[in-house]
């Protein structure tokens, strides 16, 4: 059975979510093509979790039309269809507020389903994370945040010096994000670890176990940090509010080990964040 999803990591993430607990995943039934188009880091994140994958000739567009043409409810009902390649997505569901938990019911959801993390100990920037306290920030594109209406560079570097005194800033995100990359010159040259697009997304993962919190925007860096069971922080735009909070585990938000929130005043964010350092920090 082959299943045609969207290219994002969280889009993946939470169909893995449920699909690791059917037999045909057990039985190793079950392989992914994933929906052509930039930036291609869906393969990698797929390779950690150990099936097969590859790119398909279809984009989102032709996931909606198919399901359109080819509703289903549960599991059961894909299993059923005569198709060679399922193409099916999430998204609608959960961009509606509706949990996860609902979204194909016949099948229990796994929240935290096993990684395998990459060995990055011969990585340069290895001896600095484990020799200071580091948390991550990633605040995207200068292109995502005009697009979106969310914190311009000025929000994240009132944040960073908020938790400046205390930690150490980690960049994380891929090449394309400049508005993250351009911290760095922003903020004190000592305490700032660039790691913006020097890293694969297995290799990020592995940076995540290093750092005892991150605050991001809403991406799958941050959705696969929660994955992991790490505290997780991250800033949602105002027409993903439903999603913000649909996909993730409800005991984690719950005891704020993820925290999902609009881009309000930083100091806001600030506050809330030292609740979380509280209750989860070491």
């Not at 894909?78 to 996860?100: D, K």
């Not at 697009?197 to 605050?215: D, M, N, Q, W």
Request: glycine fraction near 6%; proline fraction near 7%; charge should be negative.
């Amino acid at each position: 059975m082959i299943l045609g999803l969207p290219s994002g990591i969280g889009d993946i993430s939470w169909v893995i979510s449920k699909v690791v607990n059917s037999d045909e995943w057990k039985n190793h039934k079950v392989g992914f093509q994933i929906a052509d188009g930039w930036p291609f880091r869906a393969k990698p994140y797929l390779d950690m979790i150990g099936v097969e994958s590859s790119y398909g000739q279809f984009r989102y567009e032709d996931i909606i039309t198919f399901e359109l043409l080819h509703p289903y409810k549960t599991w059961k009902d894909v299993c059923q269809s005569c198709f060679g390649t399922y193409l099916m997505e999430p998204n609608m569901h959960l961009e509606e507020g509706r949990p996860l938990s609902t979204y194909l019911p016949d099948l229990p959801t796994d929240y935290h389903y096993p990684l395998n993390i990459p060995d990055i100990s011969s990585k340069p920037y290895y001896k600095a994370l484990t020799s200071d306290s580091y948390i991550g920030i990633s605040a995207a594109s200068y292109r995502g945040a005009s697009a979106w209406k969310t914190w311009e560079m000025e929000q994240w570097i009132e944040l960073c010096h908020m938790v400046l005194p205390k930690y150490k800033i980690c960049l994380m995100g891929g090449s394309w994000d400049d508005l993250t990359r351009s911290l760095e010159s922003e903020l004190p040259e000592d305490s700032v670890l660039n790691l913006v697009g020097r890293t694969s997304f297995p290799e990020a993962c592995a940076v995540h176990k290093l750092l005892p919190f991150y605050i991001g925007f809403s991406s799958g860096l941050g959705i696969i940090r929660s994955v992991m069971s790490l505290p997780t922080f991250m800033l949602w735009p105002e027409h993903q509010q439903p999603l913000s909070t649909s996909w993730a585990d409800p005991a984690d938000i719950e005891s704020s080990r993820y925290i999902a929130f609009p881009y309000v005043q930083p100091k806001t964010i600030h506050r809330l964040f030292k609740q979380q350092e509280e209750q989860h920090g070491k």
